[in-house]
């Protein structure tokens, strides 16, 4: 399990975690905000951020979240290590990105300054160009289906950066296999550590269905130790697992590895109805939910409309911000 306090910055391993409505508790409370575009910054637009590390100074309280965000030390690549209460520290942040930004705490759940887009964040955000750069698709390739996101999310990504009271990208929780990140290793023929991909949880299965296993997910009930989730939607991959991190170097071969063997989805987003302890080694029970005929109809015609309607926002953007 991994806790990362500062979104786009290395985290740490967890034995044991407190999993809430939020994620993991601790979990990305941290931001860096860009502040040419006025916006919370990324390592798909930022890999650099990549590049350091972050830890809290002292034991998580359980009351930690918006609002109320503990001092985390960050580590930088020349070994500087720096306090968030350290004026110097957005210094050292803008030295390393070659821009200027700021480490920002996640504000009280009300307060959605921090996460709301502006103008030309939300043309970047839809525009096909843009998306083309994320996700590392050539000219010639098909962007990835971001119709596979739930509607209610989609809509929260036009508007904002991050779901507000959180700095997560699209859930609280991300749960990945141990088989899909084999799958990965064997396309490229080489290893893969499962850092690149950033999840907060990663299981092993005993007797996985298929080397991509949690594929086939969507919809399901997840119980990990004391803990209940909802499965949301697969996780589209941009083109984060390729960049360069302690320890990692560059390398482009698992973008096109997780294009040509899963589709551009490795790993699950949930939501969690059931708040709790998770440990490592506790159980782990998936409860798949089979479709009727009507429902999956209805399904995929949502999908459709979903398709529609986002090649129709990304035309636009293109058209008129070109």
């Given at each position: 399990m991994w806790r990362h306090p500062v979104k786009s910055l290395g985290g740490v391993t967890v034995d044991e975690t407190h999993i809430g409505p939020r994620g993991v508790?601790?979990?990305?409370?941290?931001?860096?905000?860009?502040?040419?575009?006025?916006?919370?910054?990324?390592?798909?637009?930022?890999?650099?951020?990549?590049?350091a590390t972050a830890r809290y100074v002292d034991p998580l309280p359980p009351d930690a979240g918006p609002g109320n965000v503990p001092e985390v030390e960050i580590t930088f690549p020349d070994g500087t290590v720096l306090s968030s209460r350290d004026p110097a520290v957005h210094t050292k942040l803008s030295e390393l990105v070659d821009r200027e930004v700021r480490l920002t705490a996640l504000p009280p759940a009300e307060?959605?300054?921090?996460?709301?887009?502006?103008?030309?964040?939300?043309k970047d955000a839809v525009a096909s160009a843009?998306?083309?750069?994320?996700?590392?698709?050539?000219?010639?390739e098909k962007l990835p289906d971001l119709a596979k996101f739930p509607m209610g999310e989609l809509l929260?990504?036009?508007?904002?950066?991050?779901?507000?009271?959180?700095?997560?990208?699209?859930?609280?929780?991300?749960?990945?296999?141990?088989?899909?990140?084999?799958?990965?290793?064997?396309?490229?023929?080489?290893?893969?550590?499962?850092?690149?991909?950033?999840?907060n949880v990663l299981i092993t299965l005993g007797d996985p269905e298929g080397d991509l296993p949690e594929s086939s997910w969507v919809g399901a009930e997840a119980r990990?130790?004391?803990?209940?989730?909802?499965?949301?939607?697969?996780?589209?991959?941009?083109?984060?697992?390729?960049?360069?991190?302690?320890?990692?170097?560059?390398?482009r071969r698992i973008t096109r590895a997780v294009a040509g063997r899963a589709q551009r989805c490795?790993?699950?987003?949930?939501?969690?109805?059931?708040?709790?302890?998770?440990?490592?080694?506790d159980d782990v029970d998936i409860r798949t939910a089979s479709a009727s005929r009507p429902r999956k109809l209805l399904d995929d015609a949502t999908m459709s409309a979903k398709r529609f309607t986002l090649g129709l926002a990304t035309a636009a953007a293109d058209r008129i911000f070109r």
């Open positions: 508790l601790g979990d990305r409370l941290w931001a860096v905000r860009d502040l040419e575009r006025d916006i919370t910054a990324s390592a798909r637009r930022i890999p650099l951020l990549l590049t307060d959605t300054s921090l996460h709301r887009m502006r103008l030309h964040n939300r843009q998306l083309r750069a994320d996700f590392g698709v050539t000219e010639g929260k990504l036009g508007r904002y950066s991050t779901p507000p009271g959180m700095f997560v990208d699209l859930a609280p929780v991300h749960i990945m296999t141990a088989t899909s990140v084999a799958a990965i290793a064997d396309e490229i023929g080489d290893d893969v550590d499962v850092r690149r991909f950033r999840p990990i130790g004391d803990v209940g989730l909802d499965v949301i939607s697969q996780t589209v991959r941009c083109v984060v697992p390729s960049r360069a991190q302690p320890g990692l170097e560059v390398d490795l790993g699950v987003y949930c939501t969690v109805p059931q708040p709790g302890m998770v440990r490592v080694g």
